[in-house]
């Protein structure tokens, strides 16, 4: 049994719940709930009080500062102070909101009681699960680190190898370099051997000739001496050198790979009910994009080729019109707070820097649709193939194509061809997020292409199709996608399971866009309204 159940008094009737009232007329304690039963016995008369001030409450009055022989039975709510009546009846108190300090105490002591039922059961409890969790990520910590020095001591393992291998490579080089060396020298030794031999046989012979008389043999002595005469070549073979190149510590380091930064988030969790902040009017005839340049400022474009920034109270503070007179496909805020814009008809991606425009890409044979910064402050791009059968994702640095991203591991196309909407996102785990509205999914893939999931709605929906037209992603790696027909948002993890939705009486969800505190700015089309929501 818990030790604190014996100083807590429970109701006469339940024995459970902790008392709160009396009946002073049947002299019975209750708690709350057993208020409303006890009042449906009306063969009898009732008076129910605050248990704290039934009769049998002794009450302890404090000493009045100002009358020491007083005790406060009064308490001032102007002052919020207890009084005595002296105090009340000096004037000083005159129009002041004064009431019985029992009555003061009674309701203090529920509130106290609300508060420490709050405390027990809401509070408390939230704390201990937080706490479970830091403990759990401790030892995922541990768990993760251990793997990391692991991996570090594998690398080092498959180094050594290489390292090993590629000096007995070498060695293995020097031998077959030594003996090609040898071999040289001792064919050159051969051949001088060989010629001293047959100088040692003609100076035997000369020899030979000077002892006799024989004059046959002195007539015909040939001489060789000239012969002999044209020494051997020397050979000189330049000695191997083995090349050590200095070792550069950096590109040892990034050859071996490196750590991560540690990179800590603070959890935000969802709000139970998200809550509208502010309505910006911005007198589109259709609005279609919306990208945050703050928190009290955005950018938006829709049915003309104006696009404009405005503020939450809906005041335009820059208009700028496209290059080329066209309506702007899609707009998005790069890294450096500059505009960027895509036009489908002429076929380029523009940049919009102190408000002047420059086309920073021209396609052939495709035409953009949406575009998205990155952390790397490169520019994603979904656009389509001319005759319309062809979509992908591509992305650039600067006006220099890095990565296209258009098929699976099996060949399939990853997007649906057709002139429909294609917003795009990266996330904050490098993934790629496509709200693919003629598919009806949102296509999820890594940084490198490769798919991670599709995610078709939510099996609650009953009312009309899914039906994804944008989509952003905000610091918890949370991916949010419009759902224009249902009205209203999906709120999904990074691995695409759902969590919830965003309703605030949407009306034709279109473009959307988080700010740096991840507050989400919707972009209804029909109305022309950006309506900025704190959901986390």
């Not at 001032?76 to 002041?96: A, L």
């Not at 949370?478 to 224009?484: E, G, V």
Request: with cysteine.
């Amino acid at each position: 049994m818990d030790p604190r159940a014996q100083d807590v008094l429970l109701c006469d009737l339940c024995e459970t719940d902790p008392l709160q009232y009396c009946c002073e007329h049947c002299d019975i304690n209750l708690c709350t709930d057993c208020v409303s039963k006890h009042l449906s016995d009306s063969s009898e008369k009732h008076k129910i009080a605050s248990y704290h001030l039934h009769k049998k409450f002794t009450p302890k009055y404090s000493k009045c500062l100002k009358h020491a022989d007083k005790d406060c039975e009064m308490y001032c709510g102007s002052c919020h102070i207890p009084v005595c009546t002296t105090c009340i009846s000096s004037g000083k108190h005159k129009g002041h909101d004064i009431s019985d300090i029992l009555e003061k105490l009674g309701s203090n002591k529920q509130r106290i009681q609300k508060d420490l039922e709050e405390l027990e059961n809401e509070i408390y409890p939230r704390y201990k699960d937080i706490s479970s969790a830091v403990q759990t990520e401790k030892a995922e910590v541990e768990t993760n680190y251990e793997k990391l020095a692991t991996t570090a001591d594998q690398q080092g393992e498959v180094w050594h190898r290489e390292v090993t291998a590629t000096v007995n490579k070498r060695k293995a080089d020097i031998v077959e370099t030594k003996t090609k060396h040898l071999s040289l020298l001792d064919k050159h030794a051969d051949e001088i051997t060989h010629r001293m031999t047959e100088i040692n046989q003609v100076i035997l012979e000369m020899k030979n000739i000077l002892d006799t008389n024989d004059i046959s043999l002195t007539s015909t002595y040939r001489s060789r001496n000239n012969e002999f005469n044209k020494l051997p070549p020397k050979i000189k073979v330049t000695l191997p050198s083995l090349y050590l190149p200095t070792i550069n510590t950096e590109t040892l380091n990034e050859m071996f790979g490196s750590l991560s930064s540690l990179s800590v988030t603070t959890v935000k969790p969802l709000l139970d009910e998200p809550r509208l902040i502010a309505t910006i009017d911005t007198e589109y005839t259709q609005l279609y994009s919306v990208s945050c340049l703050s928190e009290d400022q955005v950018w938006t474009c829709g049915y003309n080729n104006t696009m404009k920034l405005l503020n939450l109270q809906s005041k335009l503070l820059t208009s700028i019109q496209t290059k080329s007179g066209n309506e702007p496909w899609d707009i998005a805020v790069t890294r450096d707070g500059d505009l960027v814009y895509t036009d489908f008809i002429n076929k380029t991606i523009n940049l919009i820097k102190n408000k002047q425009i420059q086309t920073v890409i021209t396609l052939q044979g495709w035409r953009p649709l949406y575009v998205c910064g990155t952390t790397a402050k490169n520019l994603l791009v979904t656009m389509i193939s001319d005759d319309r059968k062809q979509s992908k994702v591509v992305r650039y640095s600067g006006s220099t194509e890095k990565h296209s991203i258009q098929f699976d591991d099996q060949g399939r196309p990853l997007y649906s061809s057709g002139p429909f909407t294609k917003y795009i996102s990266e996330n904050r785990n490098l993934d790629i997020c496509v709200a693919d509205r003629s598919a009806s999914a949102v296509v999820v893939v890594n940084q490198s292409g490769k798919l991670r999931f599709r995610y078709t709605g939510h099996p609650s929906n009953t009312e009309q199709s899914f039906t994804p037209v944008s989509i952003t992603t905000d610091s918890q790696s949370h991916i949010l996608t419009a759902d224009r027909d249902n009205h209203r948002i999906h709120i999904l993890d990074q691995d695409g399971q759902f969590l919830r939705y965003i309703h605030c009486h949407l009306e034709f969800p279109w473009g959307l866009c988080v700010d740096i505190r991840d507050n989400l700015f919707v972009a209804e089309r029909d109305t022309a309204k950006v309506k900025k929501i704190q959901y986390l």
